[in-house]
């Protein structure tokens, strides 16, 4: 018998994986109805794979193929990205799910993002401080970015007809700034139509308290810190997902569910890892940045097609 907390992406997808192959469990979220205004991104060919497992089609998610991405004003194609109707998407996989708590559970897995609501953070858990608009969308299937040793900012089309425009930073201090770097190098002009503010989890999973051997508690997505520092959290939370799940199935006690998990994201999330200690070479405004450029796009998730001088390009614009 497990609990989950949270139905977002990662919890919805791990309860529909539980309810398809018959485990016991239950399902519980502080909304009755799930509504994001931002994160609508996800890496399109391991979406669609991932969906398939539990009888989900991507097409009728589908909204936007990205085509281009732009940074630091570099034009680059792109072929593996895509913008979901996350919200459809979710609720879909809600109205499959079985809701509540059971009294004595084998063990609790925590979905709930950020608010890691029924794990206790570690002391040292870093954040990103954020602030996001919902703006109409005048520059179609691109996305936007500026990027520097602070952190980035960005503008995505959500669907033909609303866009996300936004800044993060490690540094609160710096969002408004990245957010202008970002408008001035695109000349973007816009009216908001609702914004807000938000401090996220910016901690990979390896220096986070991911499980909870004396309470029993496992996480998955970014409760977990399974998100890159390029904030792609969608993807990797439904496969942080599906790794828990075939760990559970493949297990008898706890422990052995853990040690498979453990080993599991070790395996699939190193290049995230990678991610954290590229972004810091580049705070530090180091060198050793070009260290972790191969690794990272060995995965190349979201398939831009970039070259050599490509990357040496970005990282002079980005650190100098």
Known sequence: MINIYGAGISGSYL????????????????????????????????????????????????????????????????NNLCILDKNKLVNDMRNELKFGKFDNPSFSVDSTGTNRSIIKNNEDVSYSYTKQEKIKNSYGKEIFIYANKFGYSWYFPINNEYAHIGSGSYRKDKVDELLNGLKSTYDINYDIICKCKKKMISTPFNKLRYIDYNKKIICVGESGGFVSIFGEGNTTGMRSSLLLYRSIRNSETFEEICNKYMKNVNEEFSWIIDGYKFFDSLRKSSTKSFYYIPRLFEKNRCGLEVNIGIIRSLLKKIIW
């Not at 502080?30 to 991507?58: D, H, P, R, V």
Request: charged letters at 25%; proline letters at 0%.
């Open 15 to 78: 309860g529909c994986l539980l309810e398809k192959f018959g485990y016991e469990y239950r399902i519980s979220d502080k909304n009755s109805i799930y509504k994001s205004k931002c994160a609508y991104g996800f890496m399109y060919n391991e979406t669609k794979s991932l969906l398939n497992i539990i009888g989900f089609n991507i097409s009728k998610y589908l909204e936007v193929k990205i085509k281009y991405v732009n940074i630091n004003g570099i034009k680059m194609k792109v």
